[in-house]
């Protein structure tokens, strides 16, 4: 009994050993969005992600990622506009102060760095499973995460049906880490 003891935590420690937990330094990190309004390209972003990334880079398909973001950081650069992303329509930040994902898996692509990672997004009370293209950048003590993917808003309870706001939002990010621990 005690040798499969001792083999299981030699072979969980050695994969902690190697994983790296990461945290997102706010201020570098981004996430913008772009939504079409009356047939133009609104641009918006929010402010100070969070979370925390666990990152192998000899495997990274054994990654995973925390993230969130305050929904009241909302910033469309009209202050009134952006009261109204807020109130109970859209975000209802007051109720649901975050946005969060949540990862499930990763999957590697065929482009170098590059990988899919699955989850689960959460706007509001709705959950949905999304796909994110990721690529990862490693420089010396940090890494560096970008990718870009569509959501439907209205999948996620975000404003009603609308003659002038499009449905489909792009979603930009650029995680950038803390060096490991």
Not at 140 to 156: A, L, P, V
């Amino acid at each position: 009994m005690k040798k499969p003891v001792l083999v299981f935590l030699f072979l969980s420690s050695s994969f902690v050993a190697k994983c790296q937990v990461l945290h997102l330094q706010e201020k570098t990190s981004s996430v913008s969005f772009t939504i079409r309004n009356f047939g133009l390209n609104v641009e918006g972003s929010f402010s100070r992600p969070e979370g925390t990334i666990v990152y192998d880079p000899t495997n990274p398909i054994a990654s995973s990622f925390v993230l969130k973001i305050a929904s009241n950081t909302i910033d469309t650069g009209i202050g009134l506009r952006d009261q109204h992303l807020k109130g109970d329509e859209y975000l209802d930040a007051l109720h649901y102060p975050f946005l969060k994902f949540v990862s499930a898996g990763v999957s590697k692509t065929d482009s170098a760095d590059s990988y899919t990672v699955t989850g689960y997004l959460t706007i509001k009370d709705t959950t949905k499973k999304v796909e994110i293209p990721v690529l990862v950048m490693s420089f010396t003590s940090r890494y560096t995460f970008q990718g870009h993917f569509t959501i439907n808003r209205r999948d996620f309870g975000v404003g009603r049906n609308s003659l002038s706001l499009a449905d489909e939002v792009l979603v930009r990010f650029e995680i950038v880490t803390t060096p490991p621990l």
